[in-house]
C-alpha cells in the first residue's frame, strides 16, 4: 500500500541549532513529494515541491529537502532553526494521481 | 484572490444533527477535495472532485457526502453526526490544467465538535 512515514512525532532542537526532519514513503515508479508547514490554528502552507530535476529542493523560509530515490526519503532540513519555526510538519506524497498520501506529521518545538 | 475559504470556523453539533461544511475556492481551480485531521493521524482525504457534476470517494468517506454543481463550491455534508466526526476539516484546491503536479491549496480549517 501507498504510505508515507514520518518517525518522529515530536523534535526539541534549541534556537539557532540545526534541525533535520524525517520522511519516508513507499516505492514508486513515479512520485512527487512535498512538506507543508501548520503553524498553530492555521491551515497548511506549502514549504517545498519535488516534482522532477534536482534532487535538492529549496523552500520558503530557509527550508531544503533532498530527495533520494534509492533510499525512498524525502527529509527536510534547515541549518539554523527560529522560534517562529515552532510548528507542525507534514511530508505529503503523490504516486502520479490527483491524491496527496499525508504523513503523520512532526511537532517541531524550538527553545531559547 | 481570497483562495480557498471555509465557513465555519467552529462549529459544535449534538449527535445525530446535520450540517454542511462549506468550501468555495476563486482560482477557477478544478479539483476540490476535502480532508480531516485528527491528532496523530495526519490528514485522510475524505472525498475530492476532478470537476463539476465529478466526485469520489477518499479514504475515509462513510458518514459524509459531497457535491459538485459548480467549479467554485464544494460542500461537505455530516448527515448524521457522530462523536467520531469531531476533527478538524480542512478544504483543498488544485489546477488540473498545467503539466506537472497541481499543488493544492488549503482552506484555513473548520474545527468540529460532536457532542
Known amino acids: 500500500a501507498q504510505s508515507v512515514t514520518q518517525l518522529d512525532s515530536q523534535v526539541p532542537v534549541f534556537e539557532e541549532a540545526p534541525v533535520e526532519l524525517r520522511c519516508n514513503y513507499s516505492?514508486?515508479?513515479?512520485?512527487?513529494l512535498f512538506w507543508y508547514v501548520q503553524y498553530p490554528n492555521q491551515g497548511l502552507q506549502l514549504l517545498l515541491k519535488?516534482?522532477?530535476?534536482?534532487?535538492l529542493v529549496k523552500g520558503i523560509n530557509g527550508f531544503e529537502a533532498e530527495f533520494n530515490k534509492s533510499q525512498t526519503s524525502f527529509h527536510l532540513r534547515k541549518p539554523s532553526v527560529h522560534i517562529s519555526d515552532t510548528a507542525e510538519y507534514f511530508c505529503a506524497v503523490s504516486y502520479n494521481t490527483d491524491k496527496l498520501i499525508f504523513g503523520t506529521g512532526t511537532r517541531l518545538q524550538v527553545f531559547p | 484572490n481570497a483562495g480557498v475559504t471555509q465557513t465555519p470556523k467552529f462549529q459544535v453539533l449534538k449527535t445525530g444533527q446535520s450540517m454542511t461544511l462549506q468550501c468555495a475556492q476563486d482560482m477557477n481551480h478544478e479539483y476540490m477535495s476535502w480532508y480531516r485531521q485528527d491528532p496523530g493521524m495526519g490528514l485522510r482525504l475524505i472525498h475530492y472532485s476532478v470537476g463539476a457534476g465529478i466526485t469520489d470517494q477518499g479514504e475515509v468517506p462513510n458518514g459524509y457526502n459531497v457535491s459538485r454543481s459548480t467549479t467554485e463550491d464544494f460542500p461537505l455534508r455530516l448527515l448524521s453526526a457522530a462523536p467520531s466526526q469531531t476533527s478538524v476539516y480542512f478544504c483543498?484546491?488544485?489546477?488540473?490544467?498545467?503539466?506537472?503536479?497541481?499543488?493544492?491549496?488549503f482552506g484555513p480549517g473548520t474545527r468540529l465538535t460532536v457532542l
Open positions: 483543498a484546491s488544485a489546477d488540473r490544467g498545467s503539466s506537472t503536479y497541481n499543488e493544492q491549496f
Open positions: 516505492s514508486s515508479v513515479s512520485v512527487y
Open positions: 519535488y516534482l522532477s530535476g534536482s534532487t
